[in-house]
C-alpha cells in the first residue's frame, strides 16, 4: 500500500487510511506476487461540524455514516462551532434559526445550510477564503468585513424581510477576489451590494434576483486601485429599486483601465437604472 501524499492521507500496512489533513491524495495497492497487479484508489479528506440548536452534552449527530459527538464535531451555536473547527472545516447549519452575533475568523471555512437553516444577525468576515451557501436571511442579518480579505463566495442563498437601515446586507471595504452568484435578495429595508476601495482581483455579481430594496448594487473606488481589478456584473434581474446600479470607479487620481462591465442584466421598475461616473 502506498500514499502519493502522506501530508493528506497515510496506510498502513494492514490497508488502514488516516486523514491527516483536508485535500485529495490517491492509493495505490500492488501486489507483494507480481508488481503488475496494481489499483489505485482517490481520496478526499475533509473535516466537518454540524450545528443543530437542539442537540446537548452527550448527544451524537450522524452524518454520512459518521457519528459526531457534542462538543468535537457536533455544537449548539455557530460560533462555537467556528472557534473549535480548524481551518478549511465544512460547517453545516441545522434547521433553526441563528441570532447570536457571528464572526468568521478562521480561513477556508464554508457555511453550508440545511434545509430551515436561518440566519438573522450580523455576520463579521474577518479571513480569507470563506463560502456562505444555501442559507436562508432575514431579519437584522448583515456581512460585513472587519479587516483586509480575500476569496470570498456567497451563493445558493436567499435573502429577504431585511430590516437593518443604514448599511447594505453586504457590506464590504477594501476586498479582493469576491463572488455574489445564484442569490436570491427580496425585501430589504435599505441597499443590496456595497463594496468600496477593491484594489485587485475580480467581483463577479451573476444571476441573481434582487428586488425591491434602496440600491441593488454599489461599486466605490475611492483610492488608486490596480489595472488587474476585474469587475463582471451578468445575468442579473433587478426590480423595483431606487438605483439599481450606482458604480464609481474614478479613484484618487483618475479611472484606471481594466476590465470593467455589466451584461445581460435585466433591469426593471426603477427610479434610477444606473448612476456612473464620467
Known sequence: WESNNTDIITIDEFGNVTG???GIGTITAKSTLDETIVDTFTIEVIN?????TSKTEGDVYSYNGLNLAYGERLFGSIQEAID????????YLEAGTYTSPININKQGLHLVGLTGAIISTNITISSSDILIDSV?????????????ISNFMFSNNNV??????????INFTTVSDITVTNNIFDTLVFDVLSFTDMSDGHLLISENMITNAQKGISIRE???????????????ELSFLTTSFDIDLSGATGEQAITAYARFNKVTEYEMGAVANA
Open 20 to 22: 491527516v489533513t483536508t
Open 48 to 52: 466537518i461540524s454540524v450545528v443543530d
Open 84 to 91: 473549535q473547527s480548524p481551518a478549511g472545516t465544512v460547517i
Open 136 to 148: 436562508e436571511f432575514t431579519g437584522n442579518a448583515s456581512i460585513h468585513n472587519a479587516n483586509v
Open 160 to 169: 429577504h424581510d431585511i430590516t437593518v437601515t443604514d448599511v447594505a446586507f
Open 222 to 236: 475611492t483610492v488608486d486601485y490596480n489595472n488587474t481589478l476585474d469587475i463582471k456584473l451578468m445575468w442579473n
